[in-house]
Nanobody
């Protein structure tokens, strides 16, 4: 299983960035996907998820500003971030959970840095 994020960078407050996460090694279309973030000194936070049927979840602080989407043909999940704030600065991770029987396996990408300043 491999998750590779891209698209991070530096942007001024109010700007936009788009993150991508390309997956391999598992059946992407059968897996829920999520974006997490961790800022220095803070705990890891769930930002958004998208299920296999396309239903989405957003943490309250990003609702109306971030949009998660997926392209099963490309094995890729996206996070479009608009109206960025300084508090969005963090290392952003793509993640998924795979099940083998009753055993749960969590997988993470290497992360991509987003800096808003």
């Amino acid at each position: 299983v491999q998750l590779v994020e891209s698209g991070g960078g530096s942007v001024q407050p109010g700007g936009s960035l788009g993150l991508s996460c390309t997956a391999s090694g598992f059946t992407f279309e059968d897996s829920d996907m999520g974006w997490y973030r961790q800022a220095p000194g803070n705990e890891c936070e769930l930002v958004s998820t998208i299920s296999i049927d396309g239903s989405t979840y957003y943490t309250e602080s990003v609702k109306g500003r971030f949009t998660i989407s997926r392209d099963n043909a490309k094995n890729t999940v996206y996070l479009q971030m608009n109206s960025l704030k300084s508090e969005d600065t963090a290392l952003y991770y793509c993640a998924t959970t795979l099940w083998v029987g009753s055993e749960e396996y969590n997988y993470w990408g290497q992360g991509t840095q987003v800096t808003v300043s």
